[in-house]
């Protein structure tokens, strides 16, 4: 027999949420992040520089990220029925067959070191297949570089993405609107409606900082002295001659490349 359960009427109940998540956006833009370098636009080509230039960074991101792209794959049937099976096949070919899945497992992963991945989804329709006949399939995974993604418009109550803003500065692009509905993000830490995330380099960040100015005060350290310091004896008789003077420095200065680095003292008899 059917069961109706019913609730006691003085249960107080809210079908609509009141509040919201609180994520801080305006127009368009997340402010989550205190350190203004490191939001939008700018986060995606700081961390982009982090992967690129600090081995350390890259090691760690392989570890993470290769073990990820180098497992197998697989699309398990929903239960054992025939229907299930089906589509279960459907989904593979659809993946592997009818996108590059190595690269969109590369491109997925991209969330971990800018906080998210986000993807157009372009559809294609495939009428009498031999196997599957007509469907909606799926022609590609669109990556969208983090670096282009400028705003989010996203619906106040729920704060589902309505749109993004893409600007493209290149010869094969140009600056767009996405739909939501075609839009699939991948998202590293994400809370409330923040669909940023949080990069797992955003902790490194500062030491990554120091470090890169350390190594540049090594390099002109380096480069200020290990030429030396040219010194030059200004002769008995030319002491007093200002230009002879000013010519003999600029000939010391001219051995450093850009530093003004030398010493020119006086003859004395006792030397």
């Known amino acids: 027999f059917p069961v109706t359960i019913g609730l006691p009427t003085n249960v107080a109940k809210q079908m609509d949420p009141t509040g919201s998540s609180g994520t801080e956006i305006t127009g368009g833009l997340f402010s989550e992040e205190y350190l203004r370098e490191l939001t939008g636009q700018d986060a995606a080509r700081m961390y982009d520089k982090m ?3 600090e081995t350390q960074i890259a090691m760690l991101l392989n570890a993470v990220m290769n073990p990820i792209k180098s497992a197998l794959w697989n699309v398990e049937p929903a239960d054992t029925s025939d229907a299930a099976k089906l589509q279960a096949e459907l989904v593979k070919h659809c993946l592997f067959e009818g996108i590059p899945f190595e690269q969109f497992k590369h491109e997925a992963l991209t969330f971990i070191p800018f906080g998210f991945a986000l993807f157009e989804r372009v559809h294609s329709v495939v009428v009498n297949d031999p196997k599957f006949g007509n469907y909606n399939g799926i022609a590609a995974l669109a990556w969208r570089n983090p670096k282009t ?3 989010w ?3 106040k109550k729920t704060g589902k993405i309505l749109s993004v803003e893409q600007q493209v500065v290149s010869d094969i692009g140009e600056n767009v609107t996405i739909p939501g509905q075609f839009i699939t993000v991948f998202t ?3 809370e409330g409606d923040n669909y940023e995330g949080i990069s797992a380099l955003r902790p490194v ?4 900082s120091r470090k890169d100015l350390y190594l540049k005060l090594i390099a002109i350290g380096l480069e200020k002295y290990a ?3 040219p010194i030059g004896t200004i002769p008995k008789d030319k002491v007093n001659d200002k230009k002879q003077v000013e010519a003999f420095q600029q000939v010391l200065q001219g051995y450093a490349s850009h530093e003004k680095s030398y010493i020119a003292k006086r003859y004395r008899d006792w030397e």
């Open 51 to 53: 992967r690129r230039s």
């Open 149 to 151: 993604i400028w705003a």
């Open 153 to 155: 418009n996203l619906e």
């Open 188 to 190: 590293l830490g994400k």
């Open 205 to 208: 960040f500062g030491a990554y």
């Open 227 to 229: 030429v030396g310091v």
